[in-house]
């Protein structure tokens, strides 16, 4: 060490100044990276997941029987957990609990109510209320949400489209949170999971309200988090890239986790003081070198154009659909495009612009 630190004290001592002051800007540089590296090999991988019991002998899924959502049901139930699972599809519902039943969790139960977030009026929301107030929930996850059929510009957009993604991907967060914080405060203890996304921390062209609306959910946790963690309550915020679900229409990959790998890393997350999270840890990796390495200018015309690629492919399909002639079912795609975005040497990926 020292036949090492003393060459290097002389040589900074005899140097000119501008040469000091650029080892010493690297040196700041190198700590700093060396300890969000460290940090985050603490957080992902050997900080102890918080007991979720702890907070209650409920929790309370939105979005239930299918993806993400489902994933949680099943994350929860085998850690002891009982599930009120929440959806539109009644069948499906009662299809999943019986599911559940058949896995002989301990002392685990569950519930089901159904809600169509489309239309989360007044006499909705006292009904869910009503049918879970006795149940001591400590776990909350607004998992339900929705994208765009495929990209498109907003103009395009059918009124109907606009309406219900702002229903299931701002109301439905809002409501519940609503519905359920004060009880959760009153009992001093509960923890709130709003699922975000990737799109909400990035431009998203022709994705415009899909993106504004998850950022609207990371504002909203973050100020949430604060006003009720005195209280016993957090609040975070999960912002995925890719899981390969029906919304996705992705498959797995290296990238692309299926719900159940990316629920299992999210589970080291919730009750930690931490208001917004990327669970998956190749998410966080290729965000920070976006976050970092990449121009926002080179991302953003890199969107634009895949997303201009794929409302082609979308209206040609919706054409077909009005023609009566059933369109193929869509492959899922190969490549997650955040990864593809840095394939500078593909030709096939050239970056067009408007
Ligand atoms: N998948 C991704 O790559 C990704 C990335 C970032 C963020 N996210 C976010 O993660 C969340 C879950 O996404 P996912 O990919 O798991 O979705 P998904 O596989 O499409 O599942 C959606 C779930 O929501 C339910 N649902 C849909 N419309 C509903 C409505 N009007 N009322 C009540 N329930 C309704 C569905 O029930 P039915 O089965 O009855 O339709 C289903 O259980 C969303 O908020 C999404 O924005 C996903």
């Not at 929860?76 to 069948?91: D, F, P």
């Not at 921390?201 to 609207?216: H, I, N, R, V």
């Not at 915020?237 to 159940?260: G, I, N, Q, Y």
């Amino acid at each position: 060490m020292t036949a090492f630190v003393t060459p290097f004290l002389e040589s900074f001592a005899s140097a000119g100044l501008s040469v000091q002051l650029c080892i010493l800007v690297g040196l700041v540089v190198v700590v700093r990276t060396a300890k969000e590296i460290l940090e985050s090999i603490y957080v992902y991988f050997l900080r102890p997941a918080k007991d979720l019991k702890k907070l209650g002998e409920w929790a309370l899924v939105t979005g239930a029987t299918d993806g993400i959502g489902k994933a949680y049901v099943y994350a929860l139930a085998k850690r002891g957990i009982s599930v009120v699972m929440v959806s539109r599809t009644e069948s499906k519902l009662q299809a999943l609990k019986e599911e559940m039943e058949e896995k002989k969790y301990d002392g685990v139960s569950y519930k089901y109510v159904v809600v169509d977030y489309s239309n989360f009026d007044e006499t909705v929301r006292n009904h869910l209320y009503n049918e879970t107030k006795d149940l001591d929930i400590g776990v909350l996850v607004n998992n339900v949400g929705m994208s765009y059929r495929y990209p498109r510009y907003f103009h395009e957009l059918k009124s109907e489209e606009v309406d219900q993604l702002t229903e299931l991907n701002i109301s439905s967060t809002t409501w519940m949170t609503k519905l359920y914080v004060e009880d959760m405060a009153k009992r001093g203890r509960g923890t709130i999971i709003n699922l975000s996304s990737i799109a909400g921390l990035f431009t998203q062209p022709l994705l415009a309200q899909y993106g504004a609306s998850k950022a609207f959910i990371e504002k909203f946790s973050r100020s949430i988090h604060v006003e009720y963690s005195s209280r016993g309550v957090t609040c975070q915020c999960h912002t995925p890239s890719f899981v390969a679900t029906k919304m996705s229409k992705m498959r797995p990959s290296a990238t692309v986790p299926t719900p159940e790998e990316y629920v299992e890393m999210s589970m080291r997350f919730i009750g930690h003081d931490d208001p917004v999270v990327q669970p998956f840890w190749l998410h966080a990796t290729l965000c920070w070198v976006f976050y970092n390495f990449i121009p926002t200018n080179y991302m953003v015309a890199y969107y634009l154009s895949t997303a201009i690629k794929f409302r082609k492919k979308g209206m040609q399909k919706d054409e077909m659909i009005a023609k009566g002639i059933k369109p193929q079912k869509t492959a899922h795609k190969r490549v997650d495009p955040l990864l593809e975005s840095l394939m500078f040497w593909r030709k096939d990926l050239k970056v067009k612009g408007q």
